[in-house]
Structures are given as C-alpha cells and as structure tokens.
C-alpha cells in the first residue's frame, strides 16, 4: 500500500476514532490509503464483534482490505442511501489554532481537500459525496492554510494530450502520473490515466474546481470543495476534532 507523510501512530489514532462513529445498520463508504485502511480494520474487529452494517468500498484496494477483514460489502446502486463515508485525504484546510472544535467552512474554506493520492478520486468522490456524513481522516502532515500542490485529473486515456494542453491554458503544470512497478504511466482502476497538474497556491478552489470539471476529457479532479463534515485528525498523543 503506498505510504504518505505522518505516522503510521497518528493515521492509526484518526482511523479508529473515525471508526466510532459507525452504528449498526450503517451503510459505510470505505475510503482509500493508509490512515483509512485503520479505519476499514477498526470496523473489521467491529463486525467481528457483531456489528452489522454493509460497505461500499472506493477502490480495489479497500475492497480487498474489507473482504480481508470479512466486512460485508454492497455498492452504490444496490442500496438506498450511504449513511457515513470515511475517507483520507492529501491536503486539508485547516486554519483553526487547534483548540476550536466547531468551524465556520465559509470562513477560509476549512475542511476543503485535495484527494486522489491514491489514484481513487473519482469512485471516492461518488461515495463520499453520496453519504450523509463525510468524514476525513488525517494526520498533521496534511493540513495547510490554503489548498496546493498537485490535483490529481483522472482522464480518459486519449484525451490526456488534449487535456495537458488546456491545464497549461488555465496556468497549470500538467504531469502525466508514472506508475512505479510497471513501465509507463498509473492506469486507475477505471482504466483510466492520472494527469498531477499543480497550479500553485488557489485562491478560489471552487472555481478552479468548476474550470477542471468542465474540461472534455476530464472524468474527475481531486478537488473536494464544501463537502467535508468533519476531521479526524491523529496526533502523537491524541485525536482532534473538527466539525464544520
Ligand atoms: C486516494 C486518496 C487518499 O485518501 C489520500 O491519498 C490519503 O492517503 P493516505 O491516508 O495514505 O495518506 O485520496 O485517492
């Protein structure tokens, strides 16, 4: 499983904490990465436990970590509704001093993410979106005052060529994500390609994310805007909170 920044300590505390919340009966979206897959294990035990809920994993990898850990598994289209979604992320806004619990999103765009690390945005973006409750988990490597970096573009395979030039029309830096235990580039589990492209530091994500969306070709970016409802988020000693 790929590894990011933070310890595995802190993605262990924000996962299990996260994992709290889920309740008999849930419809659970089961995220992607690392701090995740402590959550998708916490509710592995739990089920062992007797808990009975269904899961809607977000990519091979955590479908395969649920069936591993014998967590029941359903999809999108087979239930009504996703009653909490459990997910990691790359970047997370988050401007608070730590010691408020309940911030206001509108103010500076807290809990907004850049996802897709782990090349899942587009199946997580379904899921997380679809649930009632979307919870982040992270650990402090990843929160930031503002979104940048790379945003993750899934592309359909033809298209990356085209789509690499109007990213660099909008002042981006396209790079086509290699894969690194095979030759040539990442292929998702959509059969699709990864385009990283950076923009610098984005002032307005929600446009931004409005431009990326509207590019022909582009099947999902990993800008996740106003959707979060709370943040795990796994230190050395503890767990904060954030609500939003
Ligand atoms: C996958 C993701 C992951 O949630 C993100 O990359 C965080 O991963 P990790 O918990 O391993 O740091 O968006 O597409």
Redesign the pocket.
């Known amino acids: 499983?790929?590894?990011?920044?933070?310890s595995d300590e802190a993605?262990r505390r924000a996962g299990e904490r996260a994992a709290e919340e889920v309740e008999d009966g849930f419809v659970v979206g089961l995220?992607?990465?690392?701090?995740?897959?402590h959550a998708i294990r916490a509710i592995g035990e739990m089920v062992e436990g007797g808990l009975e809920i269904q899961g809607i994993p977000t990519?091979f990898q955590s479908r395969q970590l649920a069936l591993e850990v014998g967590i029941p598994l359903t999809s999108l289209d087979a239930i009504s509704s996703v009653d909490l979604a459990i997910?990691?992320?790359?970047r997370v806004v988050d401007t608070g001093d730590g010691d408020e619990q309940v911030l206001d999103r509108s103010d500076a765009g807290d809990g907004d993410l850049i996802?897709?690390?782990?090349?899942?945005?587009m199946r997580?973006k379904l899921v997380d979106t679809a649930a009632d409750r979307f919870v982040v988990?992270?650990?402090p490597s990843?929160l930031a005052d503002r979104l940048g970096g790379p945003i993750?573009l899934e592309v359909v395979p033809d298209a990356h060529s085209a789509v690499a030039d109007t990213v660099q029309e909008l002042e981006g830096e396209p790079t086509l994500r290699e894969a690194e235990h095979k030759d040539g580039p990442v292929v998702t589990d959509n059969g699709n390609l990864v385009l990283d492209c950076s923009f610098g530091p984005i002032e307005d994500p929600e446009r931004l994310a409005s431009r990326l969306a509207s590019i022909p070709g582009v099947l999902e970016h990993?800008l996740f805007v106003g959707r979060t409802d709370a943040t795990y988020i796994g230190t050395e000693t503890g767990v904060e909170v954030r609500e939003y």
Not at 1 to 6: A, C, N, Q, V, Y
Not at 87 to 90: F, K, N
Not at 115 to 121: D, E, I, S, T
């Open positions: 499983m790929k590894r990011t920044g933070g993605k995220g992607t990465g690392s701090t995740t897959a990519s997910d990691g992320a790359d996802k897709g690390g782990g090349a899942a945005h997580e988990v992270a650990d990843k993750p990993g």
